[in-house]
């Protein structure tokens, strides 16, 4: 069996790629980013050093043009798995269709709540007393699509957003690289949009111990 081939994008800081990267980087590991491509020239993850492309694809191209040099340069790049990391464009049903299933998402929520974007003051306002990430399929509803896995942190009073977004940022780092372990490993499924994972009969157990 081949190396599983990973493109990862992003718009900024990419702290979630470099988790991506670093797990991927583990000897006779079998799977590797071999690609990142971002929406912006400036975003600081395209420092990351690695043996990888580095694209940038010029987010001033109207949507339709946008996505098609995107699509084009997938589709030479051929992933099995496209991770969305920090990604600040929202994909059209086009790119959408052409990798069905393939796309993968990070969002610093315990979805269904909080979809979209100022999610960490959106959840204070509300005051949960928990919140976390979830990573998920990314389909035609934004942060919609089919949960993968999940992983949360108790909010205490008087957190700010900034430092609610640091304490979720750090799980993520955790919870990223595991899903992408587990579809490396192929063994995550969907039925009836709802995601199986082989071999996991409590999940939590699996999110303690990441
Ligand atoms: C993360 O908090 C992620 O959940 C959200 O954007 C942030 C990206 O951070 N979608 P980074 O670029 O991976 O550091």
């Not at 049903?93 to 069905?100: D, Q, Y």
């Not at 306002?125 to 928990?130: A, E, L, S």
């Amino acid at each position: 069996m081949g190396i599983l081939k990973i493109v990862v994008l992003i718009s900024g800081r990419g702290s979630n790629l470099k988790a991506i990267v670093s797990k991927c980087a583990k000897k006779n590991y079998p799977a590797k980013v071999i690609a990142i491509i971002s929406n912006n020239s400036s975003a600081s993850g395209l420092n990351l050093k690695g043996n990888f492309e580095k694209i940038v694809i010029n987010n001033k191209l109207n949507k339709k043009k946008f996505e098609e040099d995107l699509h084009k340069n997938l589709k030479r790049l051929k992933p099995n798995l496209i991770c969305l990391a920090g990604f600040m464009k929202i994909l059209s049903p086009f790119i959408i269709k052409k990798w069905k299933n393939k796309i993968i998402n990070v969002h610093p929520s315990l979805l269904p709540s909080f979809k979209g974007l100022n999610t960490h003051q959106r959840a204070l306002n509300k005051g949960v007393k928990i919140s976390g990430c979830s990573i998920h399929f990314v389909n035609e509803s934004l942060d919609g699509g089919p949960i993968i896995a999940q992983a949360a942190t108790t909010v205490h009073e008087n957190i700010s957003s900034k430092e609610l977004s640091q304490k979720i940022l750090k799980i993520e780092h955790k919870l990223y690289p595991a899903v992408v372990d587990l579809f490396v490993k192929k063994r995550i499924s969907i039925k009836k949009n709802k995601v199986l994972i082989k071999n996991i009969k409590n999940i939590n157990s699996f999110i303690k111990n990441i």
